[in-house]
């Protein structure tokens, strides 16, 4: 499920928030997911909570994970009891090619194999309804691969909540 599209005014404060070192976006947007009453419904049916993991490379030069930052907003503002807020269930096993910068076909290969569920992690996965939380979905090959982590990990249910979406042409 996407919130908005990614167009303006959201591509520019998505961009402020990914790009430029302004994670303090990541309350408001969470605020603008909260306003859908399907991101709440969401969040109750969800068990586990997990944001898409960024490389370490890009870690190191953010400062931050995005995706863990409007996760970690969700959760304190509207997470039941019952969901359990995992931030490093998935990690990236390698290095890949920026997305935002290749066709849609090299996105979709891209990323396979790219991540897994961190062993210390997988009990708290398996048979779990996991809510993967990312800030911007283009051909969902992001999302696909990490649903793949989770299912072999032994996800039950994977659901996918992200702020915005490239709108299709």
Avoid at 63 to 83: C, V
Avoid at 124 to 146: C, M, N, R
Wanted: charged share 20%; with cysteine; net charge positive.
């Amino acid at each position: 499920m996407a919130v908005v599209d990614y167009a303006f005014p959201w591509d520019g404060l998505v961009a402020r928030f990914k790009f430029r070192h302004q994670p303090g976006w990541a309350g408001p947007l969470a605020e603008l997911m909260l306003r859908k009453p399907e991101t709440r419904a969401l969040l109750q049916t969800c068990t586990r909570l997990v944001p898409i993991p960024v490389t370490p490379a890009r870690l190191a030069e953010r400062g931050y994970n995005q995706a863990w930052e409007l996760a970690k907003a969700l959760h304190q503002r509207a997470a039941p009891a019952t969901l359990l807020a995992l931030p490093e269930a998935l990690v990236r096993v390698r290095e890949t090619a920026d997305q935002h910068q290749l066709p849609r076909e090299q996105r979709l290969r891209n990323l396979r194999g790219a991540f897994a569920a961190h062993p210390d992690q997988v009990a708290h996965l398996a048979q779990a309804h996991v809510l993967l939380v990312d800030d911007v979905t283009t051909t969902g090959a992001t999302l696909q691969a990490a649903a793949q982590a989770l299912q072999r990990a032994g996800a039950a249910r994977i659901s996918a909540l992200v702020l915005a979406r490239t709108p299709s042409d």
